[in-house]
């Protein structure tokens, strides 16, 4: 068509709608996921990190910890949110079925690959309804007395056991958790029984322990380690394969002649499934910036754990591979909430 013979109007037309079609397909691709504006537009308001237990416990000092120096990267405030209760899994279960925009996380631990195996009924898959972003530290068991039990050793404690039956307890932060999984595998390898007592987090579990309500627990090193270290508690032996650097003068179950216990707790962050992927990129980011920062790193060893920061590929990986691992331990130790 020659367009020198038409109306100037006429080829102005179609240029103002080609020109108004553009201007559209840039102001969508504004509000599409996943693109570089959206990334530079996260986050407009507070991020929430759901602990799903009580506070005071391991998992709450580590979202707290985190969460303050994230809102300083992120710009916007943090909020540690407690919902604690059923073994971590009422807290997983609010965070998978919250608004996938990167405002609301989870504060998950290995306790969510046991109780996969452990709560039949589960309303969510760990595996499926979260986007793991990265694990920050990883926290040893130990095996924890008051100081009114007399035994100074795991052997000696076995022998108190063994000569009362029915008479000892032991604390965890619910059913599925590691610690109940821990308590069962030593009640089996010691061949005596032991009352589960489960608590909503280790805060309350810590205060019956104290108080001598429950026999022991084997917890992480976070919670009670003030408490050994002002003589209150006695620490008798760590669950993990190696010492714990908080506690290195405290044996493993392995050393004390109880093979096959090699379990420590890890923590990370986790969003719900189909979080954007660039919104996911920028929290992983300015996570593993934080976590292995020299002061976090600092703040981490004085309450006994080890920091990590990770990627979202080696989280996803460890997930996969403590599920399959606790299951086969799960059904071993016959351990369910049914």
Known sequence: MNHNNLPRSAIAQPLRRNHLMTLALAAAACLLPGTAAHAQAWP??????VVPFAAGGTTDVLARA???????????????????G??????ADYVA???????????????????????????????????????????????TVSTATP???????????KAAPNKFSYGSNGAGTAQHLIGTQFSTAIGSPLLHVPY????????????????????TVTPVLPHIK????????????KRSSALPDVPTLQESGFAGFDLGTWFG????????????????AEMVKVIQSPDFKKRMQDIGAETIGNTQAQMAEQIASDTARFSKLVADNKISTD
């Open 269 to 284: 962050i986790l969003a719900p499934a189909n979080t954007p992927a660039d919104v996911v990129a920028k929290l992983n």
């Open 44 to 49: 407009t308001k507070p991020v929430t990190i």
């Open 66 to 84: 985190l969460g303050e120096k994230l809102s300083t990267a992120l710009g916007q405030p943090v909020i540690v949110e407690n919902r604690g």
């Open 86 to 91: 059923a073994g971590a899994t009422i807290g």
């Open 230 to 241: 002002g003589g209150k508690l006695r620490a008798l032996a760590v669950t993990t394969a």
């Open 200 to 219: 909503k987090g280790s805060g309350p579990l810590t205060t019956d322990l104290l108080g001598g309500q429950v026999s022991m627990s084997f917890d």
């Open 97 to 143: 079925k919250a608004p996938a925009d990167g405002y609301t996380l989870l504060m998950g631990a290995v306790h969510h690959t046991i109780a996969t195996s452990v709560y039949k009924k589960l309303s969510y898959d760990f595996q499926k309804s979260f986007t793991p972003i990265t694990t920050v530290a990883l926290v040893p068991n130990v095996l």
């Open 151 to 161: 035994a100074k050793d795991v052997k000696e404690l076995v022998a108190l056991i």
